[in-house]
């Protein structure tokens, strides 16, 4: 693999290039259409006009439409000097792509037969309201056999079936991958014998967006082999498409990893109906959404209600004289659809055997997982399900600090002792970004050296975090599997369900990474790169592979699905890729699946589910790449403008990673002089990067904290929902839902906001403005420290001196309220200064930044006394104003000192017994 020279360009992809030609196009043409005879400009217009539809020739050949034969119509009418039919033309088109009529009611696909058939079949509208996909077929034919090829294709349509497909002719290997990349119409591929290697005709005006073709170099390889190697790239960048494959290669002779690539294979002799169908019969496959269908069939029965739930069928609703209104506005469907009934087409989701096991094995396929278990409250519960199934009381888990709240309720309740993590500070903006892979490293080698690392059970991390910071998932879990070979991995990606639909991202996710990681251990090629790796370790040097001999791959994931895919709200995903699941914990998983799920779940949420599994399918690949375009515009918008850059800064990846964690050397998605930065090799090689979708606005220079710039301008005045601010910054994030008409709406609000502080700062006295200029330097220089976690008292400590403490025993201590007491803010900070040791007896969150700053049996640090006096947040749980923090007493921490001290003991012999029993029984296996 090589790598490719990094090109900026003025355009973030290529959908936008395309959208900018074509209106330049449109410019162009209705200035020649207004243009009166014997202008002097007109042969310059010309000219330039003829430029942009070479340059779209060069750009739309990866699409069915418009198709280079209409580009081909256009020039046509360039050169007959037919400007007004030119610009309508154009116009026309334009129309089309921007609404997407053309997908919606694809009529385009009549005239393009009728064309071949140099208008002898006249265009029969049966395409109206059909769902319109694309097909890619790689093979280097002919124009005629191109034609006729189409021709077959259209003439084999049924004009009953619902589905309807555009044709996509690429002659090359590298032209194909172009295609996957660019259009994400493309739902099937089909290859067919022996394509060439070298693209033929690629434009330099897309080469700042394949980078991920030109990085591949397969020259080399034989036409021969190119088939099932470009087939197995397709599922690498587009993993949801069906590929087939036509060749002549007899079957004995085929390899088992390309029979398992593709969907199908064909042969010559088998005829193109024979294609036709297959291809229908895979969309047909993924559109199934087995549950939601059972459910709407469910609501269609005639059914008499004799069990709970009046509101069944709607009937305690729609015969109300008071409630009729509620009814009205969520519709009679809602009410149909709600029942209390597993059978009769539906399912039970503790227990399924139908139409939800079916929709959880297609989701698995979708996301994937080897499991897929859907959650119906939300991923507070996931996570607690995952914790309680894989660990027990006394395991130790090392988990981010600052991990969601439930995770450290779900070490209270599993009994774990939890090694809290530490990230690294981003003081300036009042937040923290992620844990440094050396720290990690260095809990683990601590661990060790005190004989507790047979006790480490599980590697909890958030990727990507509440503020968009993305691990290299791969890096770490391969380091870490080097010093624990079996160790489990959660990745709480409550904010990245999408993240497996676009390339550049799923290649941070932990089924991704993990599916690699496991063909990767078990090939032989590993297994000689890691004997010459230890070879070459100097003396003293721990190995940073993991030995192949012992490596397990054990990945669960947690996923908001509703947070940033089509979901009802607390709709929730647990996806598993653990090779140990059967035989270790799949009977312990269902066990604490059927503790936290509800007997009641609701249908409603989990047709959702399954819908939305559909969609991603689909247009998941689409609709994310969008997601990340919008979000690099409102970037750009905000930065390219004088008017908001003197308020606002929108933070960039080096505000949010230090140096050394940016190997790429990658500062900026986007500068205002040399446009927009190429993402794709940051996200391979360093250990963290920003996800562009989370974008954080600093707003200290407003004078205003993001609590109040929230509330007062974004919410009250203009109804702009968003999700957290800090200190000095607001978070917005853009989701497949997001349209360009919502980023436009939130650039107007924000030049409102900008001009009308610029008339309260008029306004302002002498006096007001000095106030006004100390509050912006406290906003952007005086930001309270950002404290780490301190340590556990000793009295809660797993062992004394060694990480890990107990968790469980501090929270329920805390339950008698005789161990307790009250402390004021300034009177914890006297006290501390005094030398007394003070252990916090609860979770203190305060929002933002949103997770504890102490948890119970922690010891109270100055610096975090500091940060909580510094703190001009309302919102901090397990803190009350009026009384102060609850702290355990004196006498409670002696007693516990005294009991904790004589178990200690105990727990040291039983750690030491248990690692000379796993030492012997090694020395006896060798």
């Known amino acids: 693999m090589k790598e490719p020279k990094q090109i900026s360009s003025p355009y973030y992809s290529i959908g936008q290039l395309r959208v900018e030609y074509w209106n330049r196009l449109k410019n162009e043409a209705s200035d020649l259409a207004n243009f009166h005879k014997g202008s002097t400009d007109k042969n310059k217009k010309i000219k330039e006009t003829r430029k942009l539809l070479d340059e779209l020739l060069g750009i739309e050949q990866y699409f069915a439409f418009p198709g280079l034969h209409r580009i081909s119509h256009l020039v046509e009418s360039l050169n007959r000097s037919e400007f007004v039919a030119l610009s309508n033309k154009v116009s026309e088109i334009i129309r089309q792509l921007v609404s997407d009529s053309y997908r919606s009611k694809p009529e385009f696909l009549d005239a393009d037969l009728a064309e071949l058939n140099d208008g002898e079949m006249q265009p029969v509208s049966e395409n109206a309201?059909?769902?319109?996909?694309?097909?890619?077929?790689?093979?280097?034919?002919?124009?005629?056999?191109?034609?006729?090829?189409?021709?077959?294709?259209?003439?084999?349509?049924?004009?009953?079936?619902?589905?309807?497909?555009?044709?996509?002719?690429?002659?090359?290997?590298?032209?194909?991958?172009?295609?996957?990349?660019?259009?994400?119409?493309?739902?099937?591929?089909?290859?067919?014998?022996?394509?060439?290697?070298?693209?033929?005709?690629?434009?330099?005006?897309?080469?700042?967006?394949?980078?991920?073709?030109?990085?591949?170099?397969?020259?080399?390889?034989?036409?021969?082999?190119?088939?099932?190697?470009?087939?197995?790239?397709?599922?690498?960048?587009?993993?949801?498409?069906?590929?087939?494959?036509?060749?002549?290669?007899?079957?004995?002779?085929?390899?088992?990893?390309?029979?398992?690539?593709?969907?199908?294979?064909?042969?010559?002799?088998?005829?193109?109906?024979?294609?036709?169908?297959?291809?229908?019969?895979?969309?047909?496959?993924?559109?199934?959404?087995?549950?939601?269908?059972?459910?709407?069939?469910?609501?269609?029965?005639?059914?008499?209600?004799?069990?709970?739930?009046p509101i069944s069928r709607g009937n305690s609703v729609f015969k109300s004289r008071w409630i009729k209104d509620f009814g009205e506005f969520y519709g009679r469907n809602m009410f149909l659809a709600e029942t209390s009934a597993t059978t009769g087409g539906l399912d039970s989701l503790l227990q399924p055997t139908g139409p939800l096991k079916k929709a959880q094995e297609k989701a698995s396929h979708a996301y994937g997982s080897q499991h897929t278990f859907f959650v119906t409250n939300g991923t507070s519960t996931a996570n607690k399900i995952v914790m309680q199934a894989l660990v027990q009381p006394g395991d130790v888990v090392l988990v981010d600090r600052d991990c969601h709240k439930s995770h450290h309720y779900g070490l209270v309740l599993s009994g774990a002792y939890p090694v809290y993590l530490d990230s690294y500070p981003i003081q300036k903006y009042s937040m923290y970004g992620a844990v440094p892979l050396k720290h990690i490293k260095n809990k683990l080698l601590q661990l060790k050296s005190a004989g507790r690392l047979d006790k480490v059970k599980m590697l909890l991390l958030t990727n990507c975090t509440f503020d968009g910071m993305v691990y290299n998932v791969e890096r770490y879990m391969e380091e870490i599997l080097a010093i624990k070979p079996d160790m489990i991995f959660l990745w709480d990606e409550a904010w990245f369900?999408?993240?497996?639909?676009?390339?550049?991202?799923?290649?941070?996710?932990?089924?991704?990474?993990?599916?690699?990681?496991?063909?990767?251990?078990?090939?032989?090629?590993?297994?000689?790169?890691?004997?010459?790796?230890?070879?070459?370790?100097?003396?003293?040097?721990?190995?940073?592979?993991?030995?192949?001999?012992?490596?397990?791959?054990?990945?669960?994931?947690?996923?908001?699905?509703?947070?940033?895919?089509?979901?009802?709200?607390?709709?929730?995903?647990?996806?598993?890729?653990?090779?140990?699941?059967?035989?270790?914990?799949?009977?312990?998983?269902?066990?604490?699946?059927?503790?936290?799920?509800?007997?009641?779940?609701?249908?409603?949420?989990?047709?959702?589910?399954?819908?939305?599994?559909?969609?991603?399918?689909?247009?998941?690949?689409?609709?994310?790449?969008?997601?990340?375009?919008?979000?690099?515009?409102?970037?750009?918008?905000?930065?390219?403008?004088?008017?908001?850059?003197?308020?606002?800064?929108?933070?960039?990846?080096?505000?949010?990673?230090?140096?050394?964690?940016?190997?790429?050397?990658?500062?900026?998605?986007?500068?205002?002089?040399?446009?927009?930065?190429?993402?794709?090799?940051?996200?391979?090689?360093?250990?963290?990067?920003?996800?562009?979708?989370?974008?954080?606005?600093?707003?200290?220079?407003?004078?205003v904290d993001g609590d109040t710039f929230k509330n007062k301008y974004?919410?009250?005045?203009?109804?702009?929902?968003?999700?957290?601010?800090?200190?000095?910054?607001?978070?917005?994030?853009?989701?497949?839902?997001?349209?360009?008409?919502?980023?436009?709406?939130?650039?107007?609000?924000?030049?409102?906001?900008?001009?009308?502080?610029?008339?309260?700062?008029?306004?302002?006295?002498?006096?007001?403005?000095?106030?006004?200029?100390?509050?912006?330097?406290?906003?952007?220089?005086?930001?309270?420290?950002?404290?780490?976690?301190?340590?556990?008292?000793?009295?809660?400590?797993?062992?004394?001196?060694?990480?890990?403490?107990?968790?469980?025993?501090?929270?329920?201590?805390?339950y008698d309220e005789v161990n307790y007491e009250y402390h004021s803010l300034e009177a914890c900070l006297k006290e501390i200064n005094s030398g007394k040791l003070l252990v916090a007896s609860s979770f203190v969150i305060p929002y933002p930044p949103g997770f504890p700053v102490l948890v119970p049996g922690q010891v109270v640090s100055k610096e975090i006394l500091e940060f909580l006096l510094a703190l001009d947040v309302k919102e901090i749980h397990g803190y009350r104003a009026d009384l102060g923090l609850r702290l355990f007493k004196d006498n409670v921490l002696n007693r516990q000192k005294t009991s904790t001290s004589m178990g200690a003991g105990m727990k040291i012999l039983n750690s030491k017994s248990q690692n000379k029993k796993v030492s012997n029984g090694k020395e006896n296996h060798k």
């Open 497 to 703: 369900a999408f993240a497996g639909f676009t390339y550049t991202y799923k290649q941070r996710t932990g089924m991704f990474v993990a599916k690699k990681l496991l063909s990767k251990y078990k090939s032989e090629a590993y297994r000689i790169e890691y004997q010459d790796h230890i070879k070459n370790l100097k003396k003293g040097e721990s190995p940073r592979l993991p030995d192949p001999e012992r490596v397990r791959i054990r990945v669960y994931a947690t996923q908001s699905t509703h947070k940033t895919l089509s979901s009802f709200r607390q709709g929730s995903m647990i996806h598993i890729y653990d090779q140990d699941f059967r035989r270790k914990s799949e009977s312990t998983f269902l066990e604490a699946y059927m503790t936290h799920t509800s007997t009641s779940p609701n249908y409603q949420m989990l047709a959702s589910l399954d819908a939305g599994r559909r969609q991603v399918q689909f247009e998941g690949f689409e609709l994310v790449e969008k997601s990340v375009e919008l979000a690099m515009v409102l970037r750009a918008k905000i930065s390219d403008n004088p008017q908001l850059s003197k308020y606002f800064d929108v933070l960039t990846v080096h505000d949010f990673i230090p140096d050394e964690y940016r190997q790429s050397g990658l500062k900026e998605y986007y500068d205002s002089n040399e446009g927009w930065n190429r993402m794709e090799l940051s996200w391979e090689q360093d250990d963290f990067v920003l996800d562009p979708t989370k974008i954080t606005l600093h707003v200290g220079r407003t004078g």
């Open 129 to 309: 309201n059909k769902n319109y996909f694309e097909v890619l077929f790689v093979e280097n034919m002919s124009e005629a056999d191109e034609n006729a090829l189409r021709k077959t294709l259209y003439e084999l349509r049924d004009p009953n079936q619902p589905f309807t497909y555009g044709v996509v002719v690429k002659k090359s290997f590298q032209d194909a991958l172009i295609t996957l990349l660019f259009n994400p119409n493309i739902q099937a591929v089909i290859v067919r014998y022996a394509p060439p290697y070298l693209s033929l005709n690629m434009p330099s005006i897309i080469k700042p967006f394949i980078r991920n073709v030109l990085k591949y170099d397969y020259s080399e390889h034989p036409d021969s082999e190119l088939g099932p190697i470009l087939g197995k790239l397709a599922l690498r960048i587009r993993p949801e498409l069906d590929l087939y494959y036509v060749t002549d290669t007899a079957l004995v002779d085929l390899q088992d990893s390309t029979i398992k690539t593709f969907r199908r294979i064909f042969y010559r002799r088998e005829d193109i109906q024979e294609i036709h169908l297959t291809l229908l019969r895979g969309i047909r496959e993924r559109y199934e959404t087995p549950f939601f269908t059972a459910l709407k069939e469910y609501s269609q029965k005639p059914t008499g209600v004799f069990h709970a739930m």
């Open 714 to 814: 974004l919410m009250d005045k203009f109804n702009i929902q968003i999700n957290k601010t800090s200190r000095n910054t607001v978070l917005f994030m853009t989701n497949i839902g997001t349209t360009r008409g919502s980023v436009a709406y939130l650039t107007n609000a924000l030049l409102k906001i900008a001009d009308e502080l610029d008339e309260e700062i008029k306004a302002l006295n002498k006096r007001e403005l000095e106030i006004r200029k100390a509050r912006i330097k406290s906003l952007t220089q005086d930001g309270p420290p950002l404290p780490d976690f301190s340590h556990f008292h000793p009295s809660f400590q797993a062992v004394p001196g060694v990480p890990g403490g107990d968790l469980r025993e501090a929270y329920f201590k805390a």
